[in-house]
């Protein structure tokens, strides 16, 4: 009898050391996962003002190239996806989608002299770019913070909690292939 109630009680400790365990690695990986989302909502107030800046620029793009239709439809369907995307993974992808289309356009005003000079493209422009630049310096806060949830999901005993809670990897908000380029400069040496 005294060996079964050490038995008990051995049990009893350890399924109490796996709930306390348990409880702090769920209330870890919440806190985790709130980090994500609130580096994700700092970016995402950025993405909105950018999003509403978009019509004006292609309004003021279309009044000077008629036939520049494909790099305007790329910007209309990335922003799109974006509006009609549910997770924070599916919006980080569109994100991207929308930076590379949104370089189009400006590329665009390159091409076209007169659309350069148009100043409400210019005041456009530098609005976008400076939330492009706004977005970039907020990437790092929250790739951190989804690095720091990716590991405790994938780490011993955790991953045993994530996986039981339903937790899966959330994917970083890197560069577009575009941003990571090394710009063409011409230089004008006459």
Do not use: C, H
Request: aromatic share 10%.
């Amino acid at each position: 009898m005294g060996i079964f109630i050490g038995f008990v009680a051995f049990f009893l400790l350890v399924l109490i050391v796996v709930l306390f365990m348990g409880v702090g690695i769920y209330n870890s990986l919440v806190s985790l996962k709130n980090q994500v989302d609130r580096a994700w909502s700092n970016i995402d107030v950025i993405l909105k003002q950018r999003f509403d800046e978009i019509p004006q620029l292609l309004q003021v793009v279309e009044q000077y190239t008629g036939y520049e239709k494909g790099v305007i439809r790329q910007v209309t369907e990335a922003r799109s996806r974006y509006g009609s995307a549910n997770t924070t993974n599916e919006k980080v992808a569109a994100a991207g989608d929308l930076s590379l289309a949104l370089r189009g356009v400006i590329a665009i005003g390159e091409a076209y002299p007169e659309l350069k000079a148009n100043a409400s493209f210019g005041q456009l422009q530098t609005r976008v770019s400076g939330l492009e630049s706004a977005i970039a310096d907020r990437r790092e806060t929250f790739n951190e913070a989804v690095t720091n949830l990716n590991t405790r999901i994938e780490q011993f005993p955790d991953l045993f909690f994530a996986r039981l809670l339903g937790y899966t990897k959330a994917a970083l908000l890197q560069a577009t292939p575009a941003e990571r380029s090394v710009p063409n400069l011409k230089m004008n040496l006459g």
